[in-house]
């Protein structure tokens, strides 16, 4: 692990290679595990504004849901997190013709609905970050699901932070970035 400003950064999102292989997991990560995915308090404000053109999007189930619970919970932990259908699916998720679970959000902003692409924490899988009162932790996520994605970053040689270029920077900026890049080429 190394300091990045107020972050401790894992050494794993710079060695270990990731790319989604979603024609393989078919998008596992949004209908498996047992919570929802992590909201910032900063996004509540953006759901609340997003839903309507959201909701057309949706499945009935996670119109349902989202009406039901809200259209974030707060667990009891009191960390904020994305409604599940019936304990499983997120209440976001949608599926294609071939069973492919896509983000109902995410297609919302790829035809220009909205400007948000999704919660920060979905676009930085399979970075996860924790807030404590003096630093935020940035770890790798391993999960089973991610074997493909795995397989497939080896394969094309690209590093984690890499994949998650993009959402990095939306969570940290530019210049931290940068910075993470000039640590990458050291190792």
Known sequence: MFQLGKTIVSEEILKKEFVCNISACKG??????????????????IMDRIYPKVKPFLRQKGI???????????????????????????????FDDKGTALCGIEQAYNQGEIDWKKPVSCHLYPVRVQQYSEFAAVNYHQWHICDDACSLGEELGVPIYKFTKEALIRKFGEDWYMELEKVAEKL
Do not use: H, M, R, S
């Open 64 to 94: 349902d849901a989202i009406e039901e619970q809200g259209k974030y919970i707060t667990t009891d932990f009191g960390e904020l997190e994305t409604p599940l259908i019936d304990g499983a699916d997120c209440a976001y998720v949608t």
């Open 28 to 45: 596992a990560c949004c209908v498996d595990g047992d919570a929802g995915a992590p909201v910032e308090e900063y996004e509540k404000e």
